[in-house]
T-cell receptor, first 113, second 116 residues
């Protein structure tokens, strides 16, 4: 069953603008992660936020988590053409991480030069 | 550079064939996973393993089996390939780190399997 749902499904912005993607999920989680996938390739881990955290930063990435609303957002600031990719949120339900992440269907982000 | 390596990038097999997809990681990770990715459906978990010789069913295990005889290798087996198993297959691994309850996954580049 699909846990996370990203919104929007597709997003096209100009280079230099900020991109915001949202993720909603249904059941309680231990952690939430964001991944990037370039066309036809494997996924690359971007950032992990735990259920007791509200915000996390990594370079140009900012992730927020609102467990009361069961939602998360990924903000990419000062976007670049190389940020063009699909972005997935994934939810983890156990502390050990051994039960498999549940992925959403992704947001396809296009950065126009 | 740490890696998850999937043996084939593209594979074409015939209906009814037994198909082996191999995945090897060099990071000494305990956990390994197999997902399939289809347009409009996202990634779905097929099987996972948290230790040698251990395996657990994911969300869509039907028609698949797995083998983990060594820590670094996790094989996905399609017992009798069917056209509805045409998909992108992604292998991933993650560590169990004491003091860190969860960790990101490292994915392989994927195997695009076509069953004709």
């Amino acid at each position: 069953s699909q846990q996370g749902e990203e919104d929007p499904q597709a997003l096209s912005i100009q280079e230099g603008e900020n991109a915001t993607m949202n993720c909603s999920y249904k059941t309680s989680i231990n952690n939430l992660q964001w991944y990037r996938q370039n066309s036809g390739r494997g996924l690359v881990h971007l950032i992990l936020i735990r259920s007791n955290e509200r915000e996390k930063h990594s370079g140009r990435l900012r992730v927020t988590l609102d467990t009361s609303k069961k939602s998360s957002s990924l903000l990419i600031t000062a976007s670049r053409a190389a940020d063009t990719a699909s972005y997935f949120c994934a939810t983890g339900h156990s502390g050990g991480g051994a039960d498999g992440l549940t992925f959403g269907k992704g947001t396809h982000l296009i950065i126009q030069p | 550079d740490v890696k998850v390596t999937q043996s084939s990038r593209y594979l074409v097999k015939r209906t009814g064939e037994k198909v082996f997809l191999e995945c090897v990681q060099d990071m000494d990770h305990e956990n390994m996973f197999w997902y399939r990715q289809d347009p409009g459906l996202g990634l779905r978990l097929i099987y996972f393993s948290y230790d040698v010789k251990m395996k657990e069913k994911g969300d869509i295990p039907e028609g698949y089996s797995v083998s983990r005889e060594k820590k670094e290798r996790f094989s996905l087996i399609l017992e009798s390939a069917s056209t509805n198993q045409t998909s992108m297959y992604l292998c991933a691994s993650s560590p169990i780190v004491v003091g860190q309850p969860a960790h990101g996954y490292t994915f392989g580049s994927g195997t695009r399997l076509t069953v004709v």
